[in-house]
Nanobody
Framework: QVQLAESGGGLVQDGGSLRLSCAAS????????LGWFRRAPGKEREFVAV????????DYADSVRGRFTISRDYAGNTMYLQMNILKPEDTAVYYC??????????????????WGQGTQVTVSS
């Protein structure tokens, strides 16, 4: 069983920065991609970014590309999301998740089988 725990959310002004962390415990996640998703009020959950098991490949939603950077440590058990130039539309609960299949890079939430509790990010205008 894998447990994921996010941290680092908070309140920030338009144009500010935050760094989210996701710590994995239980079984190793080093062979699996880890992703970030978010759910804004009144909207469905959406893909934000994903980093491969090898740390070498990443993918981003168009809305965050160039502003957000996803990374993970080489042990594979901690993932980060550096968020710069934050906008009010980035306000959401951010979730980290683990892909259910090894060595794949996916932006579809149906492909993820372990989720954290979420951390709130609020960007004020």
């Amino acid at each position: 069983q894998v447990q994921l725990a996010e941290s680092g959310g908070g309140l920030v002004q338009d144009g500010g920065s935050l760094r989210l962390s996701c710590a994995a415990s239980g079984r190793s996640v080093s062979n699996y991609a880890l992703g970030w998703f978010r759910r804004a009020p009144g909207k469905e959950r959406e893909f934000v970014a994903v980093v491969s098991w090898s740390v070498q490949d990443t993918d981003y939603a168009d809305s965050v590309r160039g502003r957000f950077t996803i990374s993970r440590d080489y042990a594979g058990n901690t993932m980060y999301l550096q968020m710069n130039i934050l906008k009010p539309e980035d306000t959401a609960v951010y979730y980290c998740a683990k892909d259910r299949a090894p060595e794949r890079l996916s932006r579809y939430s149906v492909n993820y089988d372990a989720w954290g509790q979420g951390t709130q990010v609020t960007v004020s205008s």
